[in-house]
């Protein structure tokens, strides 16, 4: 007998094939939605790590130049072989771009969210060096980032290679950097993204390094802090302990307060700065930015710019 299907049967098989193709086809829906899904996470966590390596570069490049013991503001060398250590003959940077120098800057192996090392641009007129001074919050600088001025330095992410670098691993700028961050001259970019531009650029101000260098400066000048061991030995807390009341106001811009003089330049003169301190005050122009007001026998307000520091005796305990 001649094989038949039967309505019924026919009906059957065609449903079992509708089901079987909505099985595939919500399975590979699935397969496209999670590989969009991980591709989406991965890129966030790739731009992830990468903000955090770059702002862990700029806090060590500030601190390190609030902290430096000849001319705080400073800022260290990049380093030009890729060995994390800053590159420099006589105190000159042997070049003022090249990768961040971690390992001078007592920093972890810092590295963007595609595991490469960050570069790192400086204002010649920052170097740690006696020919830039002075270098304190009026200093002049080159370095730009999108034309807006005053930029003490700048960190980057090179990212993935762009179909024009294939020169890595390198130690050649322009095999990492993109468009003018290549070109050598103090004007950078920070975008737009492009397939011929994937650099990640964060600003490091002149701003953002005397802030904290400021705090610095201003805490030379009061002397000791609240925990440290002995009378105080040298600033506005040496002055007070030796005399019993702030000093005067300096009115007429000679170092020495004027008596009665309440408000004016800080009487530098006046006070007892340990000698490494006031060399390097001295030779980078410090002393005339700051501003002193005697508030009363007991308290006191020193400024340099916005940066203040509200100046009281020592405590009792444990300074003196």
């Not at 963007?112 to 060096?129: K, M, Q, S, T, V």
């Not at 506005?236 to 811009?253: K, S």
């Not at 020193?302 to 203040?308: K, L, P, Q, Y």
Request: negative net charge; proline residues 8%; charged residues 15%.
């Amino acid at each position: 007998m001649p094989n038949t299907i039967s309505p019924a049967n026919a009906s059957h098989q065609g449903g079992a094939a509708l089901l079987v193709f909505m099985l595939f086809f919500f399975l590979g829906a699935m397969a496209w939605l999670l590989t969009r899904s991980g591709s989406a996470i991965t890129r966030q966590q790739i731009d992830h790590a990468t903000t955090a390596a770059l702002a862990e570069a700029k806090s060590g490049l500030i601190g390190r130049a609030a902290q430096d013991g000849n001319r705080p503001g400073s800022l260290t060398c990049p380093d030009t072989d890729n060995d994390g250590i800053a590159n420099q003959v006589a105190g000159n940077c042997t070049a003022y771009i090249g990768r961040l120098p971690w390992k001078t800057l007592d920093l972890a192996d810092l590295r963007d969210g595609r595991g490469e090392r960050l570069w790192y641009a400086l204002d010649p007129g920052l170097r740690d060096n006696p020919a830039a001074e002075p270098i304190n919050p009026q200093k002049a600088l080159q370095l730009s980032l999108d034309t807006n001025g005053a930029v003490a330095a700048l960190v980057f992410s090179a990212g993935s290679p762009l179909s024009n670098q294939n020169g890595r691993p390198s130690n050649t700028v322009s095999d990492y950097l993109d468009g003018s961050n290549s070109d050598g001259d103090t004007s950078y970019v920070s975008g737009p993204s492009s397939p011929l531009f994937n650099d990640v650029v964060l600003a490091i101000t002149r701003d953002d390094v005397f802030r904290t260098t400021n705090q610095r400066v201003l805490g030379e000048i009061r002397g000791p802090d609240d925990n440290a061991p002995g009378a105080p030995n040298h600033g506005l807390r040496r002055y007070h302990e030796d005399n019993g009341t702030f000093p005067w106001a300096d009115t007429d811009n000679d170092g020495s307060g004027n008596p009665g003089a309440n408000s004016g330049n800080l009487p530098f003169n006046d006070l007892n700065l340990h000698p490494t301190v006031s060399a390097w005050l001295n030779a980078n122009a410090w002393l005339p930015l700051i501003t002193y007001q005697r508030i009363s026998a007991n308290a006191a307000t020193i400024a340099i710019g916005t940066s203040a520091m509200n100046i009281s005796p020592c405590p009792s305990s444990p300074c003196p």
